[in-house]
């Protein structure tokens, strides 16, 4: 009888021991499972990205100088063409047109205008070269001020950015002056048709006449806009030419809210335009005016022209025309040693940025500093160092001092 009641203790007791275990297996406190990622210290960019299309800067368009009958446009899209030499289409112009005084007339009245564009456009170069100059000067007393520590680095990077902006305003100014050269080229052109034309003593041979037209500027032709042989009045446009190998740049239409964060002379990456590299470029003119765009979604939006220049040689985009489509990226901030965390790391502690780091196997909340942040990647300068332990995308009951694990990888 005895036996039988100290057997009865004995398992009473072990079923005790048994369920006080279990018991505490089921509350005991178990390590969150997370995913851990390493701080690691390396170069990051902050960029803006949209898509554009490329352009000649100055295209020239060829139109017909007098009332008069087009023969058969020959030359095609692509073909090259030398200023003042190739003929890029031939006219007959009829008798009414070489003896109209009135168009001979305006024929003279267009060179002169010609001639006081170049004028003009001359002392638009010579402002740019004044501003360069200038802009130069301010930069080199800048960078004395600067390496002597008076000057701000911030006064140095404005000082720089005005004269990389003044050395793309002389660039535009020269462009024009290659512009208003044809101009005034294609308008001598038209008024020696008509002097040639009254000195005949025979209106009928000189309508019999053919007139070359010529290309004002080297380069390629871009676009045949009439190619059979018919009659056209004076001004018809006929082709247009422009030189894709050195004035071939980029328009991208940005967001006004993206557009006020860059100026002239910001770094642009130019991307997926069919090359195996991607091409580098500058922002040389900001449109100030914006204008409204309905998007494919029927959203209107607010955007602005962006100008971009390339500056990488002409061969590395050999094949690169006009109206190609590419994808910029305007470089806001870069640096080549940032402190880089995933952004889906960090979370809100109070009214600042926070980060999960992994001390022993416990979740340690820190408050950060974070400098930039491009959507994927932020740049830390304070709160974290170089190969930490932190969690990645931490779960919202995750809190400080909270044990945690690393989630099995699939």
């Known amino acids: 009888m005895a036996a039988k009641k100290y057997t009865r203790r004995i398992i009473s007791l072990v079923v005790a021991v048994g369920l006080a275990g279990a018991l505490t297996y089921a509350f005991w406190p178990r390590a969150a499972l997370v995913d851990m990622g390493t701080v690691i210290e390396g170069p990051m960019q902050v960029t803006i990205d949209e898509e554009g299309r490329t352009q000649v800067h100055d295209p020239y368009t060829v139109s017909t100088p007098v009332t008069g009958r087009l023969l058969r446009v020959e030359v095609d899209p692509g073909d090259e063409v030398t200023a003042q030499e190739t003929v890029v289409a031939r006219m007959l112009p009829t008798t009414s047109t ?16 010609a001639e006081a564009a170049l004028r003009v456009a001359e002392a638009a170069v010579n402002k740019a070269r004044a501003d360069r100059d200038l802009a130069a000067s301010n930069l080199a007393r800048t960078q004395k001020l600067f390496d002597s520590g008076i000057s701000s680095q911030a006064a140095l990077d404005n000082d720089a950015r005005a004269a990389r902006a003044a050395e793309a305003a002389l660039d535009t100014a020269r462009a024009a002056i290659s512009m208003r050269v ?18 005949d003593t025979s209106a009928n041979s000189a309508a019999d006449e053919v007139h070359p037209l010529l290309a004002p500027i080297s380069g390629r032709i ?17 082709l247009e030419i422009g ?13 006004s809210t993206d557009a006020v964060q860059i100026a002239p002379g910001d770094t642009v990456i130019i991307d997926q335009w069919g090359g195996d590299t991607p091409l580098n470029g500058v922002v040389a003119r900001i449109e100030p005016r914006g204008f409204t765009k309905v998007s494919a979604l029927g959203v209107e939006e607010q955007r602005v022209r962006v100008t971009i220049r390339f500056t990488d040689p002409p061969e590395v985009r050999a094949g690169l025309g006009h109206g190609f489509r590419v994808e910029v990226r305007v470089v806001t ?24 780091v ?32 932190i969690v990645l995308y931490p779960p919202a009951g995750l809190e400080d001092g909270q044990k945690v694990a690393q989630r099995a990888a699939y």
Do not use: C, H, Y
Not at 182 to 199: I, M, P
Not at 226 to 233: A, D, G, H, I, Y
């Open 333 to 356: 901030w870069s640096s080549d040693k940032a402190l880089i965390v995933p952004a889906g790391a960090l979370f809100r502690q109070g009214g600042n940025w926070a980060i999960f």
């Open 243 to 255: 030189d894709i190998r050195n004035d071939l740049e980029v328009l991208s239409e940005m967001l």
């Open 98 to 113: 070489v003896l109209d005084a009135r168009s001979r007339e305006q024929a003279r009245a267009t060179v002169t205008a």
């Open 358 to 389: 992994v001390e022993d196997g416990v979740a340690r909340a820190r408050p950060v500093e974070i400098e930039a942040n491009n959507g994927l990647q932020a740049a830390i300068t304070d709160g974290i160092a170089d190969g930490d332990t």
């Open 182 to 199: 044809a101009e005034l080229n294609n308008a001598q052109a038209a008024a020696r048709n008509f002097d040639g034309a009254g000195s």
């Open 222 to 238: 871009l676009q045949v806009l009439q190619r059979s042989e018919t009659t056209l009045p004076a001004g018809t446009p006929i």
